[in-house]
């Protein structure tokens, strides 16, 4: 099965923090790597790196590139560093 990349579209993003409890955010392209204090999304604005407590990824949509995250979010940050996608993505992952 053959795993189509996806272009980015547009360049429009939105983040929507509440109470530093909740994080919404659009324009993902993929969930690279997530644990209980770090998530690393592929988003079409960069690398976005979300730091926080007992953080889960509660929603992924990369139809309509949706992701809501929960836990206490501590910082937010974007970088251009390339992931190194050979260690295989969440996605790739679950549809194995």
């Known amino acids: 099965m053959q795993v189509?990349?996806?272009k980015?579209?547009?360049t429009m993003q939105n983040i929507i923090l509440e109470?530093?409890?909740k994080l919404t955010i659009t324009g993902v392209l993929d969930v690279l790597s997530f644990d209980d204090e770090?998530?690393?999304?592929e988003t079409e604005l960069g690398l976005l790196n979300i730091k926080g407590e007992n953080i889960k990824v509660n929603k992924v949509s990369l139809e309509s590139a949706d992701?809501?995250?929960e836990?206490?979010?501590r910082s937010l940050e974007y970088s251009n560093k390339n992931y190194d996608k050979s260690k295989g993505t969440l996605i790739s992952?679950?549809?194995k």
Not at 38 to 41: D, N, P, W
């Open 71 to 73: 836990g206490e979010i």
């Open 8 to 10: 980015p579209v547009n």
């Open 38 to 41: 770090i998530a690393i999304l």
């Open 19 to 21: 109470n530093r409890g």
């Open 93 to 95: 992952k679950i549809f």
């Open 67 to 69: 992701v809501i995250i």
């Open 4 to 6: 189509e990349e996806r």
